[in-house]
């Protein structure tokens, strides 16, 4: 968080925060209701198994496992917070936030943090999004923050004009 607002006060933006509740109940409806529509896209794979590896295969199980009710929970889940992000966006331009919830893993890390919890939401909603890499102002860090833009339907052309005022890595190499 203070990388992202380091980065975001290069951008020299009136900044205001916001609270948002109900993050991890609305990533675990997103979740769900992802697994239910590949369950639904892929199932048809299952029909030759021997053509697929068994951890594929056992993804594509466990996502045709999810039931209508309980896909129809997960739409109300995320709905409530479509209402409660489109409320917190009336008065600004877009939500900033971080990409990932810590450091980008190394390649070869084998830890379980999930990289999509903070833009899976946004993904199932439909809104548009854009993770910009970019330099904090104090230009410290192995690894650079990656700031998350959010705005809602149709906003794509706010969003690229707002992640072009971010100090990035590029301005860092120039």
């Known amino acids: 968080d203070r990388d992202v607002d380091e980065a975001v006060a290069g951008a020299g933006w009136q900044v205001r925060d916001v609270a948002v509740g109900g993050w991890r109940p609305a990533f675990r409806a997103a979740s769900v209701l992802l697994d239910h529509e590949a369950g639904l896209a892929q199932g048809f794979l299952l029909e ?13 199980e466990a996502c045709l496992r ?30 900033v936030l971080p990409t990932i919830t810590g450091p980008p893993p190394l390649l070869a890390a084998t ?10 939401l946004f993904n199932v909603l439909g809104w548009p999004a854009l993770a910009v890499p970019a330099r904090a102002a104090r230009g410290g860090g192995d690894v650079p923050p990656s700031v ?24 860092a190499l120039d």
């Open 111 to 120: 830890d379980s943090m999930s990289l999509t919890i903070l833009t899976l």
């Open 48 to 60: 030759r198994p021997e053509l697929l590896g068994d951890g594929p295969r056992a993804v594509i």
């Open 66 to 95: 999810i039931t209508p009710a309980e896909a129809a929970g997960a739409r109300e889940v995320v709905d409530a917070m479509r209402r409660e992000l489109t409320a917190v966006l009336t008065g600004v331009d877009a939500l």
């Open 148 to 171: 998350q833009l959010v705005a809602g339907p149709g906003s794509d052309e706010l969003l690229l004009g707002l992640g072009a005022q971010l100090p990035t890595l590029r301005s």
